[in-house]
């Protein structure tokens, strides 16, 4: 599949749809950066690929139809790589997908 380049939306939306995406499929973003699992700099990339994405109305719309927690993320999702990864069970001390 291919994305196409689009304006990056707002930091605050894409925060908040990156983070409900996580939490729909079971990913914990806060505990995995707690965990020193997701550094700063890879939870700041989390934000950035969804404010470029160009499937944000089908996210919106997918994650309102949707039940938490075990959830696949869609392949549309650019983060659906790193959000599979963080569900993984890790060692202490890893970091990064």
Not at 18 to 34: F, H, N, P
Not at 38 to 51: D, F, I, K, P, Q
Request: aromatic content about 10%; overall charge negative.
């Amino acid at each position: 599949m291919t994305h196409h380049l689009t304006p990056l939306g707002t930091l605050n939306r894409h925060y908040w749809l990156a983070v409900t995406m996580a939490k729909a499929s079971g990913a914990d973003l806060v505990q995995a950066y707690a965990d020193g699992r997701l550094s700063a700099e890879e939870w700041a990339s989390v934000v950035h690929r969804c404010r470029g994405c160009d499937w944000v109305q089908q996210c919106e719309c997918w994650l309102g139809k949707s039940e938490w927690g075990a959830q696949t993320v869609p392949s549309a999702c650019m983060n659906a790589e790193v959000f599979e990864w963080i569900k993984l069970p890790h060692g202490s001390g890893e970091t990064g997908p």
